[in-house]
C-alpha cells in the first residue's frame, strides 16, 4: 500500500523542520507517511495545494506567506482558524473540499504550561508584532488567563486593528513602536515580530522588563538570539524561544490527522540537541 501523503507548503520552505518532525512522530506510532515540503510562491499557491489535494494528498502544513491564502481556499474552517482568519493546517474532506485549522496559538500555550511549566495566570503581557502569528496567538494568551494585553506593532493601526479583533475592550490595548519607552513594565513579553528572521535586531527599552518576566520568542535557533539575548540582560526570570511551540502545533495537526497525538517530548529534545 502506498504511503499516505503529507506536506508543508511556504515559500522558502527548505530549511522546515516539519517534514522531520512528522517522521519522527510517524515512527513513533507506527504510521507509515510520506511528509514533504513544497515550494509555493505566492502566484502559485492555490495551483499548487489543488494539485497536492487531488493527487491523494490528505492533510498539509502551511506556513509564511500563505496562512492567509489557506485560508481563504477552505470550505469548512475551524473557530481557531475562524477567529486568526489564517490557517496553519489543511485537512481533505471526504468530499474532497477542505477544512482549515489553526493551531499556533494552542501549541504556544501548551509549550508555555506543559513542557516549561509557567503560569500564564499573569498580571501586564505584552505581544510585539500584529502579523500572522501575533493573530494566531493572541487569542490564546487570553484564553490562557492573561489579565491585561498591551499589544505593540511597528505600525500602529495592524496593533489597532488585532486589539480590535479580539474583542476584548478595556483588556486589550494597542500601542505603536515608539509608545514603548512608556507601556511600563509586563511580567510576560512575546515576540512575534519578524525581526529576527529577518536579521534586524529590535530596539526595545529595559523599562518594559517586569521583576520576575516570562519572555518567549516565536523564532528559534539564530533568529531568537537577538531577543533572546535583549531578555536575559535586562533580567528576565526566564526566556524561551518557540522550538516548543512549532512541536506542539505540528502534533496538533498529526492528532487532526492520524487521532493520536504523538509524544512530542523525545521529538523537541532531539531538535534541540540539533538546532540551537
Ligand atoms: P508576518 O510577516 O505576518 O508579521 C511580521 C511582524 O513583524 C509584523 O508585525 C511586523 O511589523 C513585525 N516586524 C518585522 N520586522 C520588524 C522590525 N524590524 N521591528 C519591529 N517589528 C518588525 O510574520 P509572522 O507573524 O507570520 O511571523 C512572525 C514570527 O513568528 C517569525 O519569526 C516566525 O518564524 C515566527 N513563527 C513561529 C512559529 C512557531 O511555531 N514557533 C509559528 C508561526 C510563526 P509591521 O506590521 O509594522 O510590518
Known amino acids: 500500500m502506498a504511503a499516505e501523503q503529507f506536506a508543508v ?17 510517524a515512527r513513533q506510532l ?10 509555493a510562491a505566492p502566484d502559485g499557491f492555490a495551483a499548487a495545494v489543488q494539485s497536492f489535494f487531488a493527487g491523494g494528498g490528505i492533510g498539509a502544513n502551511v506556513t509564511l506567506p500563505h496562512k492567509g491564502a489557506a485560508y481563504a481556499l477552505a470550505a469548512e474552517r475551524s473557530v481557531a ?29 501548551r509549550d508555555i504550561t506543559a513542557r516549561h511549566h509557567e503560569d ?18 493572541a487569542w490564546n494568551l487570553l484564553d490562557a488567563g492573561v489579565q491585561s494585553l498591551v499589544i505593540a506593532n511597528r505600525s500602529p493601526l495592524k496593533a489597532e486593528q488585532l486589539a480590535a479583533a479580539t474583542g476584548a475592550q478595556g ?6 513602536w515608539n509608545q514603548l519607552t512608556e507601556a511600563g513594565s509586563f511580567d510576560l513579553i512575546v515576540n512575534a515580530t519578524s525581526a529576527g528572521v529577518l536579521g534586524t535586531p529590535l530596539r526595545l527599552p529595559d523599562s518594559l522588563m517586569g521583576a520576575h518576566a516570562l519572555c518567549y520568542d516565536l523564532a528559534y535557533g539564530p533568529a531568537a ?25 505540528a502534533a496538533d495537526a498529526f492528532l487532526l490527522w492520524h487521532d493520536h497525538r504523538p509524544d512530542t517530548e523525545p521529538v523537541y529534545q532531539r531538535l534541540r540537541t540539533d538546532t540551537v
Open 171 to 176: 483588556q486589550v490595548h494597542a500601542r505603536g
Open 81 to 109: 482558524a475562524a477567529r486568526v482568519g489564517a490557517a496553519n493546517v489543511l485537512t481533505r474532506l471526504a468530499d474532497g473540499r477542505l477544512a482549515a485549522h489553526n493551531t499556533d496559538g494552542a501549541g504556544l500555550v
Open 9 to 25: 507548503f511556504g515559500h522558502p520552505i527548505a530549511h522546515s523542520l516539519s517534514p522531520r518532525i512528522h517522521h519522527a512522530f
Open 30 to 39: 507506527g504510521i507509515t507517511l510520506e511528509f514533504r515540503a513544497i515550494d
Open 225 to 249: 538570539s537577538s531577543f533572546l539575548g535583549w531578555a536575559r540582560a535586562a533580567g528576565a526570570r526566564q526566556a524561551l524561544d518557540g522550538l516548543g511551540m512549532l512541536v506542539e502545533t
Open 120 to 137: 500564564l495566570h499573569v498580571h501586564r503581557a505584552l505581544l510585539l508584532g500584529a502579523g500572522g502569528a501575533a493573530r494566531g496567538v
